[in-house]
């Protein structure tokens, strides 16, 4: 497609890799975005009610995470990420006990460890909880990690799926469990320097752009048409009830999602948490993660069907009221909070909806896929939206060993 020109529709990550990637590569490459802003579900802005940035939710990223990492290596985000020691901090709110878990120090046997990386072999459909549920260390170690990777519950979080992940986490090499986190938050590493490389390489940004429909030679925006040449190419990175309504045939019916609620507390001061790390992992409560930031301290409940509708006020409540406990500060008044509800965070990974998911081609030879959700062996997650653009972005210009450094 030397002489076409590649549109992408979504600048969420997966847009904005296929975009990063086909624009160095020196195609001409054309963005549009519905919002007024780039980033999707993984991104930064100001809160006034707490004065600073925050994310919509606080995000992790490992190690194993290679083509996210690539990405923001070749857009210069990485120098807005932070890695840490491999080690994640654990409490158990209800009786106070306190671990770690790193590469050299598993609490599970080798038996546990075989099981879960998938021998003896999975079968069709088992679960997480079907397949890890009597183990020893299923409160401590697995069932976190399946909500923290899948944010399912592991009753119906697929086995399979998650012993892929596990395997590239434990599997991995020594850096594959580094954690990552965002000080300056996702959009600093993931959003900002993407658009700037876009604009550096040329590339024309259009945001406030809502696709309505799209057919094999037009592409139909609320307030603009645009014709489609022979030479040109689209990528659609859209969530799937998006593209439900531009592109009927190529969307499965309704794919269900789970949501994450995040709560964002602003303190008095940058508080100390266990362990002295940046995040710290949370068992036998509502709350799964507390991260920190400066002086915000924020909560994420994956899986969170059952707080999503609840009032902010009562998550606020319940919430702080548990990272007292973990921080032993018992009946301190809730400080200023921002809860944010993510109703369609993820899809929901149990075997049915994976078994469900499209790959990048469509039955048109010139429009293309891309999203977290397109089926991909990882879950919906960062590593997921980004590896799936830049596949787009190889099938769209034809260029199997396209990189994002051109
Ligand atoms: C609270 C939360 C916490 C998370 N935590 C983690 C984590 O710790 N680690 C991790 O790896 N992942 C995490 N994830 C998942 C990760 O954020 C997503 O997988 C990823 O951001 C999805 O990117 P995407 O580009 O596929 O989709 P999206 O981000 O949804 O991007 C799609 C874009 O398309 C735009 N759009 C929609 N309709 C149209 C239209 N008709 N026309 C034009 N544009 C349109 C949208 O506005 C959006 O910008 C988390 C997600 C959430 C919500």
Same mark, same amino acid.
């Given at each position: ?172 090499? @020594?850096? =594959?469990?580094? !954690? ?5 938050? *996702?959009?600093?590493?993931? &959003? +900002?320097? #993407? /658009?700037? $490389? ?107 069907? @059952?707080? =999503?509708?609840? !009032? ?5 409540? *319940?919430?702080?009221?548990? &990272? +007292?406990? #973990? /921080?032993? $500060? ?77």
């Amino acid at each position: 497609m030397s002489q076409g020109i590649l549109y992408v529709v979504g600048a969420g990550l997966a847009g904005l890799a296929a975009a990063v990637a086909a624009a160095k590569a020196g195609t001409r490459v054309v963005l549009f975005e519905a919002a007024g802003h780039a980033g999707g579900r993984c991104r930064s802005f100001r809160d006034d009610r707490l004065d600073r940035v925050i994310d919509n939710g606080s995000h992790l990223v490992l190690g194993a995470n290679r083509t996210a990492l690539a990405y923001a290596h070749a857009i210069g985000g990485h120098e807005a990420m932070v890695a840490g020691e491999p080690a994640f901090p654990f409490v158990d709110i209800a009786t106070g006990a306190r671990w770690s878990v790193s590469p050299k120090r598993l609490p599970a046997g080798l038996g546990e460890i075989l099981k879960v990386l998938g021998l003896p072999w999975i079968s069709k459909g088992q679960t997480v909880a079907g397949r890890m549920g009597k183990s020893r260390s299923f409160r401590r170690l697995w069932q976190p990690m399946c909500e923290a990777i899948m944010n399912t519950a592991p009753e119906e979080a697929s086995a399979s799926m998650f012993a892929w992940t596990m395997r590239r986490a434990l599997l991995g090499g @020594a850096s =594959a469990l580094v !954690p990552y986190t965002f000080p300056l938050g *996702l959009s600093a590493a993931f &959003v +900002a320097p #993407a /658009l700037a $490389t876009l604009s550096m390489f040329g590339a024309e940004i259009h945001f406030r752009r809502r696709l309505t429909a799209v057919t094999a030679t037009e592409l139909v925006f609320e307030e603009q048409t645009i014709a489609l040449r022979p030479e040109d190419r689209v990528i659609l990175a859209l969530p799937p009830w998006a593209l439900e309504s531009v592109l009927p045939d190529a969307a499965p019916p309704t794919m269900p999602t789970r949501p994450i609620v995040n709560a964002h507390f602003r303190l008095a001061a940058p508080p100390l948490l266990p362990g002295g790390g940046a995040f710290l992992g949370m068992v036998n409560s509502t709350s799964h993660w507390i991260f920190v930031r400066d002086d915000v301290l924020s909560i994420t409940v994956s899986a969170a069907d @059952a707080l =999503a509708d609840r !009032p902010n006020d009562d998550i606020a409540a *319940l919430l702080w009221e548990e &990272v +007292a406990r #973990a /921080l032993g $500060t018992p009946n301190a008044p809730i400080p200023p909070v921002r809860i944010l509800k993510e109703r369609r965070a993820t899809l929901a990974h149990d075997c049915a909806t994976i078994g469900r998911r499209p790959g990048a081609a469509t039955g048109h030879p010139h429009l293309f896929l891309a999203g977290d959700w397109i089926d991909t062996p990882w879950p919906c997650t960062i590593e997921a939206a980004i590896s799936s653009g830049l596949a787009a972005a190889r099938l769209a210009l034809g260029q199997k060993s396209l990189t994002f450094t051109g």
